[in-house]
């Protein structure tokens, strides 16, 4: 199993980045797929989540209506849009994957496969 991350850079706050994570070795399409952050010194934070088979996404009060993930399953590739950044946006962002879960596809301990991460700084 494989997800390569990309997208980051540095933005000024107002603006938008679109990260993208490609993936492969698993059924894409059945699986969640989600966008985590964790900046130093601070817990990870679950930011974006997708559930393939249904297309149902979840966003917590941080990024909604700001942050739109979407799954392009013929790509094997999830997007996140990020509008409206801003500095405390700044870290480093993980895209994940995992099987679907009984504790449903909000649940972090339910993504077992995780990428590479890509920076994002947002200047001020």
């Known amino acids: 199993v494989q997800l390569q991350a990309s997208g980051g850079g540095l933005v000024q706050s107002g603006g938008s980045l679109r990260l993208s994570c490609a993936a492969s070795g698993f059924t894409f399409y059945t699986y969640n797929i989600a966008w985590f952050r964790q900046a130093p010194g601070k817990k990870r934070e679950g930011i974006s989540f997708i559930r393939n088979s249904d297309g149902t996404t979840y966003y917590p009060d941080s990024v909604k209506g700001r942050f739109t993930i979407s799954s392009e399953n013929a790509k094997n590739t999830v997007y996140l849009q990020m509008n409206s950044l801003k500095p405390e946006d700044t870290t480093v962002y993980y895209c994940?994957?995992?099987?679907?879960?009984?504790?449903?596809?909000?649940?972090?301990?339910?993504?077992?496969?995780w990428g590479q991460g890509t920076l994002v700084t947002v200047s001020s």
């Open positions: 994940a994957a995992g099987p679907p879960h009984v504790y449903g596809f909000k649940y972090v301990g339910g993504y077992e496969y």
